[in-house]
């Protein structure tokens, strides 16, 4: 198993660019979630999913969208990118909700909006 | 809104000593607490995690302590190695919270 993998490694943006977060995972997880990690304020929950085709808001999930038309694919996109969106993303995955204690986390995106 | 902090922000010690991480919540509801190491550059790795019914775990050199009362939580790291150079956090699940409930009556 790859685990959960993330691309891009590394993104500069513009302001008001587009973009999408790729995250997938081939353990048949049905959570996934994303977070991003700012200094001083730990990892904060953007959104997530329960299964394919379900989707929910997490703590902070302005100016960023999800999808799940898969069972393995949680991409998510920023549809103007802000200064404020500069960050470390992870995505994340579980077996359940229920097994959040066993999420296995993707190694990161970093994003510059710039 | 349950808030969480560590203290201090950064750390360095001599190795081969011992350290406590602190962690401290404000909601003290909760389902059990998860302790994750982050290298750099990386994903979080889970250490330990403690139930709510708990008051410790221990792994190897590792033994985190919980107390729900004080809301707080202490990740204790024995004879510190230059491999344990990392960034640690701390993690609470909040207990399921419950609706009001819907009183059903089927009439005949």
């Known amino acids: 198993n790859a685990g959960v993998t993330q691309t891009p490694k590394f993104q500069v943006l513009k302001t008001g660019q587009s973009m999408t977060l790729q995250c997938a995972q081939d353990?048949?997880?049905?959570?996934m979630s994303w977070y991003r990690q700012d200094p001083g304020m730990g990892l904060r929950l953007i959104h997530y999913?329960?299964?394919?085709?379900?989707?929910d808001q997490g703590e902070v999930p302005n100016g960023y969208n999800v999808s799940r038309s898969t069972t393995e694919d949680f991409p998510l996109r920023l549809l103007s990118a802000a200064p404020s969106q500069t960050s470390v993303y992870f995505c994340?995955?579980?077996?359940?909700?229920?097994?959040?204690?066993?999420?296995?986390f993707g190694p990161g995106t970093r994003l510059l909006v710039l | 809104k349950q808030e969480v902090t560590q203290i201090p922000a950064a750390l360095s010690v001599p190795e081969g000593e011992n350290l406590v991480l602190n962690c401290s919540f404000t909601?003290?509801?909760?389902?059990?607490l998860q302790w994750f190491r982050q290298d750099p550059g990386k994903g979080l790795t889970s250490l330990l995690l403690?139930?709510?019914?708990?008051r410790e775990q221990t792994s190897g050199r590792l033994n985190a302590s919980l107390d729900k009362s004080s809301g707080r939580s202490t990740l204790y790291i024995a004879a510190s190695q230059p491999g344990d150079s990392a960034t640690y956090l701390c993690?609470?699940?909040?207990?399921?919270?419950f609706g009001t409930g819907t009183r059903l009556q089927v009439t005949l």
């Open positions: 994340a995955s579980s077996y359940s909700q229920d097994a959040w204690e066993t999420q296995y």
């Open positions: 353990m048949n997880h049905e959570y």
């Open positions: 999913s329960v299964g394919a085709g379900i989707t």
């Open positions: 909601d003290s509801a909760i389902y059990n």
């Open positions: 403690i139930q709510s019914s708990q």
């Open positions: 993690a609470v699940k909040i207990r399921v919270t």
